[in-house]
């Protein structure tokens, strides 16, 4: 009886202990969720519903085609393998989800600049009309530099970086047998790194024009950039010294030609 009468008790007390803690959950809600946020939430969904429906549409547009072309697009990436590297399966499914992840990948990279047309619209009544100008003239350039610099980092790794790591693995005697799903992630990554890197103009642009940084402070720091711009490459493209080159001389010609935009346009406001 005793053993029952403590059983019981213990009971109880979870009971309330976990009573106590529903009451404090759904105050804790009630304190998060108040009227004024649950109305600015479903006026926010409201305004984003038409942005939403035009990006998901898009988005299965594009995962049309990308199933569409998902053979030719395997080919591609087949294409960069330098001579003797074969695409091979570790697991039965691992081809199903990899040639999905093409797809949406392909989908993704394609549906980017209407995500972000979408965004520069959503947020452009909040702005001043000086910030809407800038935004409108520096967004062009910023997905133009994300583009080239993507190009230009898939071609480096498919010149450069996937041979290197080819002899590599056959100085240590190891046989390269590389998986799709392994390789496109490799160049996404490259892809997404260099996209990054190529947007120091605009950087160093806002940096100027904001006067966070003095246009002098740039010229007197040259040769730490360069350093930087170094590391930047290193970490960025294989380690072979012609892939950090190929990297590190476009940056530093992206720099420069900044800093000599920045003094002309300096000096025609002068004028």
């Not at 930047?232 to 493209?237: D, P, Q, R």
């Not at 010294?241 to 002309?264: C, D, H, N, R």
């Amino acid at each position: 009886m005793a053993a029952k009468k403590e059983s019981v008790e213990i009971s109880d007390q979870a009971t309330e202990a976990i009573t106590d803690a529903g009451e404090k959950i759904a105050n804790t809600i009630g304190t998060v969720f108040t009227d004024e946020r649950m109305e600015f939430i479903k006026d926010l969904f409201f305004q984003l519903k038409g942005p939403l429906k035009r990006i998901l549409a898009m988005f299965i547009v594009f995962l049309c085609v990308g199933a569409f072309f998902s053979i030719q697009i395997v080919e591609f990436f087949k294409s960069l393998l330098p001579e003797g590297i074969m695409l091979v399966a570790f697991s039965p499914v691992e081809v199903f989800f990899s040639i999905i992840w093409v797809v949406i990948a392909f989908a993704a990279v394609f549906t980017f600049p209407l995500i972000l047309v979408e965004l520069l619209r959503f947020i452009s009544p909040a702005l001043y009309d000086n910030e809407r100008k800038l935004l409108t003239r520096v967004f062009p350039i910023s997905l133009f530099l994300f583009i080239v610099g993507a190009i230009f980092g898939v071609s480096i790794m498919a010149f450069f970086g996937l041979i290197f790591f080819a002899d590599f693995g056959v100085t240590y005697g190891i046989q390269n047998l590389w998986s799709l799903g392994g390789l496109i992630n490799t160049m996404a990554m490259v892809a997404i790194g260099f996209g990054i890197a190529f947007q120091l103009p605009i950087i160093v642009t806002f940096l100027v024009k904001q006067k966070i940084v003095e246009l002098a402070q740039f010229k007197a720091v040259r040769l730490h950039i360069i350093v930087a711009l170094l590391i930047i490459s290193a970490v960025l493209t294989p380690p072979d010294i012609i892939s950090q080159i190929l990297m590190a001389v476009p940056l530093y010609l992206l720099f420069e030609g900044t800093l000599l935009y920045l003094k002309v346009s300096n000096k025609d406001k002068e004028v």
